[in-house]
């Protein structure tokens, strides 16, 4: 066997199955722990929500290894799949190529390296409370940003028992688990005594949240300073269009590959055009859903220089999703304001301008902090090169060619003020996947921390890329030292405080190692580049290549094709 080093995969989300798929093909001994009781990560069994729609259509989200079935309520979602449909693929997905890896239930309690250099995960059997000592040659994390819910202090049990709220409080990840005791405890809005949730937050989750329990036939307002921004059309996009790389090729890369690329975003003309289809896509995604010009949702992030952004396409066609049940008056937006705390009456949340609002419960779409700080100490953050440190020093003149990248908006701040400033860099993460100051040990890896909006195809690239890594293959093209990788890494992050003003605010470190949110298919051709095998997969022309349809089929034979380089360069199996 080419290799029988063992790793530790963490998590059983998207990202560490196809990470421990990839593994297993290329002969690693892998073991894959998650505190979940089944596959899926935030679309596992326990956090699973009614109402829960995802971003990607039938056959985007999925692996090359498994094909998707198309699913049975395709038509009620618009084509959009449900957290239930991601949950059978990924149950599926396990049972198919992970049988008897995936070790459910267990806590990581605490991750570190001993002296022979080896890791030691410390952790808890959530069953039996049980603890053990695990020892592994490599490591993977996939625990993802979307794993530890973030409650702000002024909205947390505490902070609610202490005004006697009387109410239920609680984060939209246990909006599943929770649902019910929501229910009994609130009136519906046809009752002779009508009780009222408050939503917080304008993200996804949200959203969700919120409609499903107006369609429950309960009072409910969402408070929100920014809503995510939307991408609607009145009929189903064609595939050239909605699978392909063109969206990408209007979004600048932080290398412009193609003629095409440098003309949009480099020329006066190409940027005007390049600006004038982002403004066209946002009036038609609000006119597509009838959203009227004085309401509180156009006050949304921006399609071209954020990273909060859903993919309605048609919408429900049942008109039951978010906003045609805020359009017939179904749930009331307050906004922008943002909650400050607690009534003193212990029925009601107050406003920052001192509003008070009736609740009979809270629920909070208040994100997700890092998954990463519950599992290293400091000096083992340190050690590995994981530590968020302070933005790096690293001129952004270098795009100031970039005339689509003029007068950017004022970067806000998590919170909604203007002026804010990133608070942290992923400066240290080397292509988003090995902390630049461990590049040389070839024992440790991220993958699920790349913000794109495809993230079944980026999964499966990184995979390999962490596989051939950890195989030291000699034909993977790494930086020669920690100061190297610092360099590029720096240099990236400057790319994106250039790219996104201000979006480092939004999402926590462990969901920030790198943004290609629009221009993930060239992120995806540079890891391909760095593994020498051929990138630009869906093929074309010059002219046809942005229309061509991108399938993460094209990856199937990715495990092969560096296998065959292994082989030519006489290394065997």
């Known amino acids: 066997m080419l290799s029988k080093a063992t790793v530790c995969v963490i998590g059983s989300g998207a990202a560490g199955l196809i990470t421990a798929h990839t593994l297993l093909y290329d002969h690693f001994d892998v073991q894959i722990l998650t505190r979940d009781s089944s596959p899926g990560g935030v679309w596992s069994a326990e956090k699973n929500y009614p109402g829960l729609r995802i971003n990607n259509v ?34 599926r997905f396990s049972n198919d190529f ?20 080896r890791w030691v995960i410390q952790t808890v059997d959530l069953n039996t ?6 020892f592994f040659d490599k490591l993977v994390l996939c625990t993802g940003g979307c794993c530890i819910p973030f409650v702000p202090s002024f909205m947390s049990p505490h902070a609610a028992e202490k005004y006697c709220f009387d109410g239920v409080v609680l984060h939209t990840a246990h909006f599943g688990s929770k649902l019910n005791e929501v229910l009994s405890k609130v009136n519906s809005r046809t009752s002779s005594s009508p009780g009222r949730v408050v939503v917080v937050g304008g993200g996804r989750s949200s959203q969700d949240v919120a409609t499903y329990l107006a369609n429950q036939n309960l009072d409910v307002t969402i408070v929100f300073d920014v809503a995510d ?9 064609p595939d050239f269009i909605r699978k392909s790389r063109l969206l990408g090729i209007f979004s600048p890369h932080i290398m412009l590959r193609t003629r095409l690329e440098r003309f949009l975003h480099t020329t006066r003309i190409g940027s005007f055009i390049t600006r ?91 994100g997700y902090t890092s998954s990463w700080d519950a599992l290293f100490d400091e000096p083992t953050k340190e050690d590995i090169g994981l530590a968020s440190g302070p933005v790096a020093d690293h001129t952004v003149d270098e795009w100031n060619h970039y005339t689509s990248l003029q007068d950017p908006p004022p970067a806000r701040s998590k919170h909604g003020e203007a002026g804010g400033k990133e608070s942290h860099s992923p400066s240290s993460i080397y292509r988003g996947l090995v902390p630049a ?93 760095d593994m020498s095998l051929p990138s630009m997969r869906s093929g074309g022309n010059w002219f046809t290549f942005p229309f061509k349809v991108i399938s993460v089929n094209e990856l199937k034979t990715l495990g092969a094709e560096r296998a065959a380089k292994r082989r030519s360069a006489g290394i065997q199996p």
């Open 98 to 117: 992970l049988c008897r890896r995936i070790h459910y239930r267990i806590d990581v309690q605490r991750i570190r390296r001993d002296d022979n250099g």
């Open 276 to 366: 004038s289809l982002w403004k066209s896509i946002t009036w038609s995604s609000f006119k597509a859903f009838a959203i009227p010009s004085d309401s509180p949702l156009r006050r949304a992030q921006s399609l071209f220089w954020g990273v909060r952004t859903n993919d309605e396409g048609i919408g429900r066609r049942d008109g039951r999703d978010f906003h045609k049940v805020v359009n017939a008056g179904l749930i009331d937006i307050v906004a922008p304001a943002r909650v400050s705390s607690f009534g003193d009456d212990g029925r009601s949340v107050v406003l920052d301008d001192g509003r008070s609002v009736r609740a009979d419960a809270v629920i909070l779409g208040t």
């Open 229 to 237: 921004a939307i991408l609607a059309v009145p009929i189903p996009l």
């Open 129 to 134: 409370n049980s603890q053990d000592e695990l």
């Open 437 to 529: 100051k461990n590049i040389l040990k070839r024992d440790f890896a991220v993958n699920g921390a790349f913000l794109t909006t495809n993230n079944g195809y980026t999964y499966e690239v990184s995979a390999h890329w962490i596989s051939s890594y950890f195989l030291a293959d000699s034909f993977l093209k790494i930086p020669s030292s920690p100061e190297e990788a610092l360099a590029h890494s720096a240099r990236n992050a400057a790319w994106l405080r250039k790219r996104y003003p201000g979006m480092l605010n939004w999402a926590n470190e462990s969901y920030s190692s790198n943004i290609a949110f629009w221009s993930w298919p060239q992120a995806m051709d540079e890891l391909l580049e």
């Open 58 to 91: 039938h056959g985007e989200f999925n692996f090359s290894a498994l094909p998707m079935p198309v699913p049975k309520n395709g038509s009620d979602t618009g084509g959009r799949l449900t957290g239930e449909d991601m949950l059978r693929y990924m149950q």
